[in-house]
T-cell receptor, first 111, second 114 residues
Framework: GENVEQHPSTLSVQEGDSAVIKCTYS??????FPWYKQELGKRPQLIID?????GEKKDQRIAVTLNKTAKHFSLHITETQPEDSAVYFC??????????FGAGTQVVVTP | SAVISQKPSRDICQRGTSLTIQCQVD?????MFWYRQQPGQSLTLIAT?????????ESGFVIDKFPISRPNLTFSTLTVSNMSPEDSSIYLC???????????FGDGTRLSIL
């Protein structure tokens, strides 16, 4: 099965700064790479995803970059705001829709 | 995206009993999954709920402990059987229109076993 490593496990940033979370995976056949945000006590919410035929995707302050050769993809959050504080999970797809979740990154944005 | 309703939202149960969790979607979806999330941890896939056939379980999860039903394309249930305190966790269902589409989660069921 897929081995997923996510770094860092915690990330503290000043409001307005950028945050970057990296996810490495092992299965070279993976073709779909989503990021989820989970606020305390809430459901995981899909915030951005990318497929293997694309190297980068952006949605306002959030972007995802993919390096398929090196088998890693990263979440970039610019101009961070307090509401960005949450746990972020990468979840590369194994086969037939099965996602393998990383351990998560606790992001704390301080005003 | 689809509206996913999960019931109950929480429950406190006695050890040795069983609880069935329901997941209802407002549109037909091909893929339905059940996950477990222990406090402060990541999500672990329990099984893929297959419509009209037996669920596909991940390593470490068995049908006798976590029987799953999927009678149609909008509904699934997960039963946690013969519960022990180690089963205290959040159980989440997720759905995707098909295997190439994003997966979305229900609100989860917070289960505590005394």
């Amino acid at each position: 099965g897929e081995n997923v490593e996510q770094h860092p496990s915690t990330l503290s940033v000043q409001e307005g700064d950028s945050a970057v979370i990296k996810c490495t995976y092992s299965d070279s056949a993976s073709n779909y790479f989503p990021w989820y945000k989970q606020e305390l006590g809430k459901r995981p919410q899909l915030i951005i995803d990318i497929r293997s035929n694309v190297g980068e995707k952006k949605d306002q302050r959030i972007a995802v970059t993919l390096n398929k050769t090196a088998k890693h993809f990263s979440l970039h959050i610019t101009e961070t705001q307090p509401e960005d504080s949450a746990v972020y999970f990468c979840a590369p797809e194994e086969v037939r829709g099965k996602l393998q979740f990383g351990a998560g990154t606790q992001v704390v944005v301080t005003p | 995206s689809a509206v996913i309703s999960q019931k109950p939202s929480r429950d406190i149960c006695q050890r040795g009993t069983s609880l069935t969790i329901q997941c209802q979607v407002d549109s037909q979806v091909t893929m339905m999954f059940w996950y477990r999330q222990q406090p402060g941890q990541s999500l672990t896939l329990i099984a893929t709920a297959n419509q009209g056939s037996e669920a596909t379980y991940e390593s470490g999860f068995v049908i006798d402990k976590f029987p799953i039903s999927r009678p149609n394309l909008t509904f699934s249930t997960l039963t946690v059987s013969n519960m022990s305190p180690e089963d205290s966790s959040i159980y989440l269902c997720s759905v995707a229109e098909n295997s190439n589409q994003p997966q979305h989660f229900g609100d989860g069921t917070r289960l505590s076993i005394l």
